[in-house]
C-alpha cells in the first residue's frame, strides 16, 4: 500500500521555505525520500530509520515520526535547482520492501 | 563511476508482442528493485531481489510479467504478451542490504529507465 503524500504540488519563489508530508498505514521501519528532475530517473535525497537516524543531504532536513507512521521533508531557502517531484519511499512489510507514495510537484520560480 | 545499467533505453513494439528489459546493478549491490512509472499511477513497486532472491512480487501482473535474475549482475523483466496499458517507464535500482531485518537501510540507485511504448 502506497504512503499518501501532501500537498500534490507546490509553487514557491526562490528563497521560500516549503513543507511535504508523508504518512503510512503501516508499521515503518525507514523513510527515504528522492527527488526526480523531468524526463530523469530519481535521485536519493535522504533517508530516515526507526530509532532516530538519519543519513542524508546537507541542505534538507527531514523528521520521521514513528508512533504517528509520518514523515515530513523541510526544504528551507528553496533554490531553482531544488524543483523536481519528490517521492517518499516506505520500507514496511515482512521484506522491508520500499513503496514509493504518488509524488509531490515542486516548482520554485525566480 | 558506479550507476545502474538498463536496455534498452526505448521500445516500441505491438500489443501481443515480448518484452524484455535488462538491469546491470551496480557490483556489490545486494538488492534489486522493479519500478514502473506512470503519470496516473507513480512509481509502483513491482518485484524486488535480495542476494538474487525474489522476495515480492505483489505488484506484479502474475499472468504477463515475470521477473528473473539470473545471476549477480543481471536482472531481467519479461513482459508476454504486452498490452497498449503496459506502456511506461521501467527503472530498475539496486542497493544494499545490511542485515536480515531491513530490507534497505541505504541509498538506492536508479537506472536512467527503460520507455516502453505499446501500440
Known amino acids: 500500500q502506497q504512503p499518501v503524500q501532501s500537498p500534490q504540488a507546490v509553487i514557491l519563489r526562490e528563497g521560500e521555505d516549503a513543507v511535504i508530508n508523508c504518512s503510512s498505514s503501516?508499521?515503518?521501519?525507514?523513510v527515504h525520500w528522492y527527488r526526480q528532475k523531468h524526463g530523469e530517473a530519481p535521485v536519493f535525497l535522504m533517508i530516515?530509520?526507526?530509532?532516530?537516524e538519519q543519513k542524508g543531504h546537507e541542505k534538507i532536513s527531514a523528521s520521521f515520526n514513528e508512533k504517528k507512521q509520518q514523515s515530513s521533508l523541510y526544504l528551507t531557502a528553496s533554490q531553482l535547482s531544488y524543483s523536481g517531484t519528490y517521492f517518499c519511499?516506505?520500507?514496511?512489510?515482512?521484506?522491508?520492501?520500499?513503496?514509493f507514495g504518488s509524488g509531490t510537484q515542486l516548482t520554485v520560480l525566480p | 563511476d558506479a550507476r545502474v545499467t538498463q536496455t534498452p533505453r526505448h521500445k516500441v513494439t505491438e500489443m501481443g508482442q515480448e518484452v524484455t528489459m535488462r538491469c546491470q546493478p551496480i557490483?556489490?549491490?545486494?538488492?534489486v528493485f522493479w519500478y514502473r512509472q506512470t503519470m496516473m499511477q507513480g512509481l509502483e513497486l513491482l518485484a524486488y531481489?535480495?542476494?538474487?532472491?525474489?522476495?515480492?512480487d505483489s505488484g506484479m501482473p502474475k499472468d504477463r510479467f515475470s521477473a528473473e535474475m539470473p545471476d549477480a549482475t543481471l536482472a531481467t523483466l519479461k513482459i508476454q504478451p504486452s498490452e497498449p496499458r503496459d506502456s511506461a517507464v521501467y527503472f530498475c535500482?539496486?542497493?544494499?542490504?545490511?542485515?536480515?531485518?531491513?530490507?534497505?537501510?541505504?541509498?538506492?540507485?536508479f537506472g536512467e529507465g527503460s520507455r516502453l511504448t505499446v501500440l
Open positions: 535500482a539496486s542497493g544494499s542490504s545490511t542485515g536480515t531485518g531491513d530490507a534497505n537501510t541505504g541509498e538506492l540507485f
Open positions: 503501516k508499521a515503518l521501519y525507514s
Open positions: 519511499g516506505t520500507g514496511s512489510g515482512s521484506a522491508r520492501q520500499l513503496t
Open positions: 530516515l530509520l526507526k530509532g532516530g
Open positions: 557490483l556489490g549491490h545486494n538488492t
Open positions: 531481489f535480495r542476494n538474487r532472491a525474489p522476495l515480492d
